[in-house]
């Protein structure tokens, strides 16, 4: 699949600046549901002869002072705006090339063994495969799947292929559409910032053919970070339960996140500490085994 260029994100982040928003009076129907490109190339301080061909991609590089400005016009967020900079950096026909499997850093699966089985976790890849998880992570986001799937790089679990493609998973979440729509901004990011990974081109392409819902969210052109968040689940063993997310950067791995789960309410921890409880045995017996170095 052809990853997005620059010019494509700039078309669909002019849709969404309304004149209205910017300041601008609008005068009579108008044909784009945003801003015209020449309002957008003289509220940004550029001539709409060289806009017109950034949204082309015919104008070659473009100045980090240019970005900036674009940038603060559209109303881009952070993410966005680094979004929009990793774009302009990337070649203009990228050669892509299919990286080695990824591996866990002894160190995050230490940190990982030292949560035991009251802190759920999942330690998360570059792409959103499952690189490991303690029992505790496995039973409250995949106890259906295989414990020891994450150890065959091959045919690990894939967060996104889980969230439009396996019908349990996405039924584990009560509020899946609001954290699809999060993986989907995230996995935007991340082909932003790795243009020529073959393994993410082919992902992405996997998953607009199979599910017309991330074809649909893709399309949206959103973007965003992905640190803390709320999950509201049903889950098959306890019942409902809501927990609180929130990723942990990790300096040896850079492209991976370990990503904890704490309960919100009383309840809710009485269903963790339950659902804990009924993974903690056998645990010791199945820590995640260290793999050689990233």
């Known amino acids: 699949m052809e990853l997005e260029s620059l010019g494509t994100y700039l078309r669909t982040r002019r849709d969404r600046v309304t004149p209205e928003l910017v300041g601008l009076r609008a005068y009579g129907p108008r044909r784009v549901p945003g801003l015209r490109r020449e309002e957008l190339a003289q509220l940004a301080g550029v001539s709409p002869g060289y806009y017109t061909r950034l949204e082309q991609d015919q104008a070659g590089t473009a100045s980090q002072q240019v970005l900036d400005a674009l940038a603060r016009v559209l109303r881009l967020d952070e993410a966005e705006t680094v979004h929009l900079h990793n774009l302009a950096r990337r070649p203009s026909v990228p050669r892509l090339v299919r990286p080695e499997p990824e591996h866990p850093h002894p160190r995050v699966l230490a940190l990982l063994e030292s949560f035991g089985e009251g802190a759920p976790a999942v330690l998360l890849g570059r792409r959103g495969d499952v690189l490991a998880w303690n029992r505790s992570g496995h039973a409250l986001v ?3 799947l295989d414990f020891r799937s994450p150890e065959d ?7 996104p292929r889980m969230f439009f493609l396996d019908p349990l998973h996405r039924d584990l979440h009560r509020n899946w559409r609001e954290l699809a729509e999060v993986h989907v901004a995230y996995l935007r990011l991340t082909a932003g910032r790795y243009p020529t990974d073959a393994r993410l081109a082919e992902l ?3 998953l607009v053919m199979r599910s017309p819902e991330f074809a649909l969210m893709w399309a949206q052109g959103d973007v965003r970070d992905c ?5 509201l689940l049903q889950h098959p ?12 950067l990790q300096p040896d791995s850079p492209d991976h996140h370990l990503e904890v789960y704490t309960a919100r309410g009383e309840s809710d921890r009485d269903a963790l500490r339950l659902l804990t409880g009924h993974r903690a045995d056998g645990g010791a017996r199945n820590r995640p085994r260290a793999p050689h170095p990233a």
Do not use: F
């Open 204 to 206: 992405i392409g996997e």
């Open 227 to 231: 640190t803390v968040g709320t999950m």
């Open 153 to 159: 790089p091959e045919n690990r679990p894939s967060v």
């Open 142 to 144: 995949a106890e259906h």
């Open 237 to 248: 063993t306890v019942g409902a339960l809501d927990v609180d997310y929130q990723v942990w």
